[in-house]
Structure formats: structure tokens, C-alpha cells
């Protein structure tokens, strides 16, 4: 069994990023970074700091916006168009999840398409979806990345997705199906999720639910990427129960350790790249 050891791949990638900040900034300039959080989720924290620590490690400038739990739709929105307009910001995230009393999908929306480094606006789903040139959502983007680099063929294989989210579950199955992969994907309400998930060659799971994915899931000799990221006593776990099923996959993501460094580092390219189209 392979490990598919995200925290290796990524730290080349963070090294790679920096040389090409390094070009860029070479003559005075900078790449900036503006992260939005709103509330003071614990979870969102931690993100919100493993990004900035990326950026610092790239030479990639980010300030982070830390707004009050109640702040209005109106007034993010307000923030992010100043942003939009400001020359020197190439990069906007506003962490998610957000509050209740705020309309996630209209602020995704607010964000300049071309600054929208996490992939989420309608336009760059959209440039997704045929195929053009655009920001891949970083997980989806992590997770190609990692298989590639461990030459896992994904051409004619059958792959499963399991979650369809718009962050990580219909990104994934799309990139997946443009690699020409054939893809199935499933979600809460599929019937017999275990005798279609054991079909699979590759198997993405994404669905926030710990140790979900046991043996009973996965075919001998699949390749498993493991998206969940769950925090408990006993530390960080994933949506598979790892233990069950290491001695039947050929390969799998570890948590942690896997698609969550992929994620971070490939929002570090993205921002590059928001930045060679910006400073062009
Ligand atoms: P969401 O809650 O937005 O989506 C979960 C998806 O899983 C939904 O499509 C849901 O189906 C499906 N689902 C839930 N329960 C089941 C079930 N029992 N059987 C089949 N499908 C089910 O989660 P996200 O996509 O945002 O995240 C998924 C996981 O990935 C989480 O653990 C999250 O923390 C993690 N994550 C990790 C990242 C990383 O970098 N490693 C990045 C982002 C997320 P339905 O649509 O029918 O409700």
C-alpha cells in the first residue's frame, strides 16, 4: 500500500510557487492576498492561519479581515467591492462557512471573477464546466495534482465521488471526467452507496462524516482519497476509517497529512496565477 503523502508534494509545490513570486516581485511589486473571516469559528481560525503561514513561506503578502460575528451582508459586500478595485490586491477569500443571517452565493458573487482564487464565482464554474482556463477550486485541483505526482493513471478508470458540493464534490468529479475518467457520482440520497463505491478504481470521499468509508466500501486494490477532515480527542481523522481498509488499497491520502496540504498549496498557485494575469 502507498501512502499518498500530500504534506511532501505540497511543500515542492510552496518552493516552486516562491521562485515564481520571486520573478514576479523582482522589480518592487508584490502578490497580495486578502482573506476575509467573519466570526471567530475555530475551525475557519486554524484555516485562516495555515493560509497566511503559506503565504509567508511563498513571499505571497496576505492580511487577514477579521470581522464580528453579526457583521451585515452589506457591509462584507462593501469590503470586498473596495478590494476589488484596489490594484494591489490580486487575490480575494472570503473563508467559509458564513453566518447564517448572510447570503454565502451573493458574496461569493461580490468577488471580481479574476481575483477569485478560490475557483467559487459562477464564471470561473462556469470556464470550469467547459473546460477553459480558469481558477480550479483548490481541492479539486490538490487532489489531481497528488495523483498525477504519484503516477496514479486516471484516464478510462472508473471513479467515484462520493459528496457533491459545489466546494469540493462537483469540482472534483469535473476535473475528474476532463482527465477522462468515468465518473459516477453519489450523494445522501444514492441507493446502495457501498456496491457502487465498491466498483470503483478511484474513490473520493467527501461527505464530513469520520471513519465513514470501511472496508465493506472498497474494492481491492483502489486507490482512496480521503477529502473529510474531522478533529477528535484522539486527533485529526478523515471520512475513511484508515486502520480497516490500508491493507486492501493499493493507495491512499493519509489525514493528516494528504488532500488538506494539496488544498493550501494550490491556493498558493492560484494566487500566482491570479497575479501573472493581473500584473500582465
Ligand atoms: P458538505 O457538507 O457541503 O457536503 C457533503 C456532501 O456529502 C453532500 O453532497 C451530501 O449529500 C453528501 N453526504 C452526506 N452524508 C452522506 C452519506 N451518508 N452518504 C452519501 N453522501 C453523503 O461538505 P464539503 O463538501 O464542504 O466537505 C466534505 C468534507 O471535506 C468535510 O469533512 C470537510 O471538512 C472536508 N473538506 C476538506 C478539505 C480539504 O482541504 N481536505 C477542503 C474542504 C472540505 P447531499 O448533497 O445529498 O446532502
Known sequence: MKILNGKEFADK???????????????????????????DDAASS???RNKHNACVRCGITSSTYNLANDESEENLIEMIQTLNKNNYV?????????????????????????KDVDG????????????????????AKGIIELLKYNDVEIEGKHCVVVGRS??????????LL?????????????????????????????????????????????VVVDVGIHRTENGLCGDVDFDDVKDIVSAI????????????????????????????
Not at 453566518?99 to 458574496?107: C, G, L, Q
Not at 459545489?166 to 476535473?175: F, H, L, Q, R, S
Open 90 to 114: 490580486h487575490g480575494i477569500l472570503v473563508q467559509l462557512p458564513l453566518p447564517n443571517h448572510i447570503d454565502e452565493h451573493k458574496v461569493i458573487q461580490s468577488i471580481a471573477p479574476e
Open 13 to 39: 509545490i510552496k518552493d516552486e510557487v516562491k521562485a515564481d513570486v520571486e520573478v514576479l516581485t523582482s522589480d518592487g511589486k508584490s502578490v497580495y492576498l486578502a482573506v476575509i473571516q467573519v466570526g
Open 178 to 222: 476532463h482527465h477522462n475518467a468515468t465518473v459516477t457520482m453519489c450523494h445522501s440520497k444514492t441507493k446502495e452507496l457501498e456496491k457502487i463505491c465498491k466498483e470503483a478504481d478511484i474513490l473520493v470521499c467527501a461527505i464530513g462524516k469520520p471513519k465513514f468509508f470501511n472496508r465493506d466500501y472498497i474494492k481491492e486494490g483502489a
Open 253 to 280: 491520502t493519509p489525514v493528516p497529512g494528504g488532500v488538506g496540504q494539496m488544498t493550501i498549496a494550490m491556493l498558493m498557485k492560484n494566487c500566482v496565477q491570479a497575479a501573472q494575469m493581473q500584473l500582465k
Open 166 to 175: 459545489n466546494i469540493v464534490g462537483k469540482p472534483v468529479a469535473m476535473e
Open 120 to 139: 467559487f464565482h459562477e464564471i470561473n464554474v462556469g470556464k470550469l464546466m467547459v473546460g477553459e482556463d480558469t481558477f480550479i477550486p483548490c481541492t
Open 46 to 48: 486554524t484555516y485562516v
